[in-house]
């Protein structure tokens, strides 16, 4: 009679272990987590800088959103910024956006405003 473990205890207890993916973004699994975690708008932004371009249907199931139709009302400031693009009906992540840039820019106008010139958005 042989005396050495069997290897069948090892390998059902990893294949019973839980995998977990970290695509498109490691976040916990249940929803109320994942709520406590991050807003849906960080949720959304993580999602376009790992996926790229993609619809409002596609980021609405990503994140769990009741309707496609609130993507567009919660990236509305990143769209306004530059942060977020619309290409079309995706949306993409603007990578070149520098935060720096745009805080700088926003303090020079306010100081332009306030001493009476107008500012308009470069084209």
């Known amino acids: 009679m042989s005396t050495t473990a069997s290897p069948f205890p090892q390998m059902v207890s990893a294949l019973a272990s839980p995998v977990r993916a970290s695509w498109p973004f490691d976040l916990p699994?249940?929803?109320e987590d994942r709520q406590a975690q991050t807003s849906r708008t960080e949720q959304i932004r993580q999602l376009l800088r790992m996926s790229g371009p993609l619809s409002?249907?596609?980021?609405?199931?990503q994140v769990e959103l009741e309707r496609p139709a609130l993507v567009s009302a919660l990236l509305k400031v990143d769209l306004q910024r530059g942060r977020v693009r619309r290409i079309g009906p995706l949306y993409d992540w603007n990578h070149g956006f520098d935060e720096a840039l745009a805080r700088e820019l926003g303090a020079a106008a306010r100081l332009l405003r306030t001493h009476g010139f107008t500012v308009r958005r470069a084209s």
């Open 29 to 31: 699994e249940r929803k």
């Open 56 to 61: 409002a249907l596609n980021i609405a199931a």
